[in-house]
């Protein structure tokens, strides 16, 4: 008797907290979904017109079986694919800065900055760029002078060019995460304005 | 009875697991290769196929400026690669030589690539 109410009691509770999650998940969806509606009725006509293909529908997301055997233990994105920058946070990888020693890189200049990246949008938030994640991967002459210039406010560009493959998309698109679905969006346009 | 259900519930959700994760990947190309074809008249005379670079797999190990822009300027059709320059260690040859990775005599590790016209 006692063992079949804990069991109801916790059939129960079980039910309790799936539901919630549920729930959660499903708002969450909502909103997300809501503005990369917002994003696209702003420029559609703009895409079009460019020949883009709409950023806003999501990559292919990938399983756990999709990814190479050596990929599939990475911390991972919501669409699946490796999330470099966790991997490197979490110590998860230690990739070599050179190949057979440090004077290959000659004068290596550390800067760790974040940069704003003002943002002509209503609805997406501006860009932070950070210094610190992308050095170190890259060093300076990787995007310094070309295509960015050192100068702050120098290099102005849009979202368009970024999906035609200039500027940040010379990586992102290509080899470093994609710039479709809502949730990469998200990924840079962190900072929220009042 | 409940020992029947907890059964049960397993059996289930383990047929849904294994279903789900023995979907078979058919991707050729994974997110990140570069097949280079800027010499791929000379590739088809030599009856090679094309040549996939994983670059996902070589950021596990090194991180882009080890590579990026000394060794390989960062652009498409830019470098002028061939056989005998990685023979002589330059480009790939740097690392693949024997020493940091496998020689270059394994012609299909890196000559995998065929276009789906082709085939």
């Given at each position: 008797m006692r063992r079949q109410v804990f069991m109801i009691l916790l059939m129960g509770l079980l039910s309790l907290f799936m539901a919630h999650g549920a729930l959660s998940l499903g708002k969450g969806r909502v909103d997300k979904k809501d503005i990369a509606e917002e994003i696209r009725k702003r420029i559609q006509a703009q895409l079009?017109?460019?020949?883009?293909?709409?950023?806003?529908s999501p990559p292919a997301?990938?399983?756990f079986e999709d990814l190479p055997l050596a990929l599939r233990y990475l911390p991972r994105d919501p669409y699946g694919y490796p999330d470099w920058t966790r991997a490197m946070e979490d110590g998860l990888l230690l990739p070599r800065d050179y190949i057979y020693g440090p004077e290959e890189l000659g004068k290596e200049r550390h800067y760790d900055k974040d940069v704003v990246i003002k943002v002509k949008d209503e609805v997406l938030g501006d860009v932070i760029f950070s210094h610190r994640k992308h050095n170190y991967?890259?060093?300076?002459?990787n995007c310094h002078p070309y295509p960015f210039k050192e100068k702050r406010g120098e290099t102005k560009f849009t979202m368009y060019d970024n999906w035609k493959g200039k500027y940040c998309g010379l990586c992102h698109g290509k080899v470093a995460f994609m710039l479709r679905g809502i949730d990469n969006c998200l990924r840079c346009h962190t900072l929220r304005r009042n | 009875m409940y020992r029947m259900m907890i059964i049960l519930v397993m059996l289930i959700g383990g047929i849904l697991v294994s279903t789900v994760y023995t979907q078979e990947g058919t991707r050729l190309l994974e997110y990140g290769d570069i097949v280079m074809n800027s010499k791929q008249e000379a590739m088809k005379k030599a009856k090679v196929k094309l040549v996939v670079f994983p670059h996902w797999f070589h950021r596990i190990r090194y991180k882009c400026k080890a590579c990026h822009p000394k060794l390989?300027?960062?652009e498409r059709g830019a470098n002028d690669i061939d056989m005998d320059k990685i023979m002589r260690g330059e480009y790939c040859g740097r690392c693949h030589n024997g020493i940091v990775a496998w020689e270059p005599l394994y012609c299909d590790r890196c000559h995998i690539y065929e276009p789906p016209g082709e085939r």
């Open positions: 079009i017109r460019l020949g883009i293909p709409d950023p806003l997301t990938r399983g991967w890259l060093s300076c002459d | 390989f300027v960062m």
